[in-house]
């Protein structure tokens, strides 16, 4: 995403231009596979497959070091080579948690089941990836979506948050947890017939970022647009661990978001707010934190 204006009076606008570039990256035509014969005759699969596998685990898409990523290319390149060999789409199983996100107030809110900002967020990296692999591979790619909410479902049921809690209590929610993973796996394993891609990466999971420069389960709390440092606009995962450090604000964009997108969050770093403040009193500054 281009850096967009930092004038906190332009804020709304600011926002409505990174969506509208973000929704942009969804109308560019579809890939076309190459015709077999003339895809047979342009390079080794060997070859097609390590430069998918270079995109795949490029900074764009994974937050892994190429050391730490090497441990997952042999099993890839196998699947790469296979599907390459049959001119069809590269398959990848994209895990995106149990199919909604936890609240940021336990005992406040109840769980998100709306589909919102991270969803997109997700499905443009999914349109990016094929189109960074289109000029290296003509088959093209597919994803798969993959819900498990096994976890959530044995180990959720233990709450943790907002009370005091023991050292058992915290141990068996720990067991099952490792328990309920290793069973997922064992379940998922016969299903997935390609690369299983997870937001965090696992002993046998290649991780995927849910969008640019994101590193954490998107399912874990509220994705929402802040702003860095440098005044860039950029995705923030929200939880229960950093939500005091921001001043939260609902925008609204009918007509250029899917109606499934009732509104986006933008948040507001409270230090950013305590200067703002500060400048209004001696006069600096014209007050700029009103509702949009």
């Given at each position: ?10 804020e709304?606008a ?17 890939v ?7 895809f ?23 937050y892994?070091?190429?050391?730490r ?108 947890y ?7 796996e ?6 997935i ?39 860039k ?9 950093n ?10 964009f ?7 997108i ?31």
């Amino acid at each position: 995403m281009r850096n967009l204006s930092t004038d906190p009076q332009d804020e709304t606008a600011s926002i409505r231009a990174y969506l509208e570039e973000l929704a942009s990256g969804f109308t560019a035509p579809p890939v076309v596979p190459s015709s077999p014969d003339c895809f047979r005759a342009s390079e080794d699969h060997e070859s097609i497959a390590a430069r998918v596998f270079d995109v795949l685990t490029s900074r764009d898409f994974c937050y892994l070091g190429k050391a730490r990523a090497a441990m997952y290319r042999d099993d890839a390149l196998a699947w790469f080579k296979t599907t390459i060999g049959r001119n069809e789409p590269i398959h990848l199983f994209f895990d995106i948690g149990g199919g909604y996100h936890a609240s940021v107030r336990p005992g406040e809110d109840e769980l998100i089941f709306d589909v919102g900002l991270a969803e997109l967020l997700a499905l443009r990296q999914v349109t990016d990836f094929a189109s960074a692999v289109a000029p290296v591979y003509g088959g093209g790619v597919k994803f798969s979506l993959v819900i498990d909410n096994m976890c959530a479902l044995l180990v959720n049921d233990i709450p943790l948050l907002g009370r005091s809690c023991n050292e058992g209590e915290v141990l068996e929610r720990l067991r099952r947890y490792r328990e309920v993973i290793d069973a997922s796996e064992r379940l998922l394993t016969p299903l997935i017939h390609g690369v299983h891609l997870t937001q965090r990466a696992t002993a046998t999971t290649l991780c995927f970022r849910p969008f640019r420069g994101g590193d954490s389960r998107i399912q874990c709390g509220l994705v929402a647009l802040t702003r860095n440092s440098h005044g860039k606009l950029h995705p923030r995962l929200l939880t229960t661990s950093n939500l005091a450090d921001f001043e939260l604000r609902r925008h609204y964009f009918p007509g250029l978001l899917p109606a499934s997108i009732s509104s986006v969050t933008y948040a507001e770093p409270t230090d950013a707010v305590t200067r703002v403040g500060s400048l209004e009193r001696d006069g600096s500054a014209r007050p700029t934190l009103v509702p949009r």
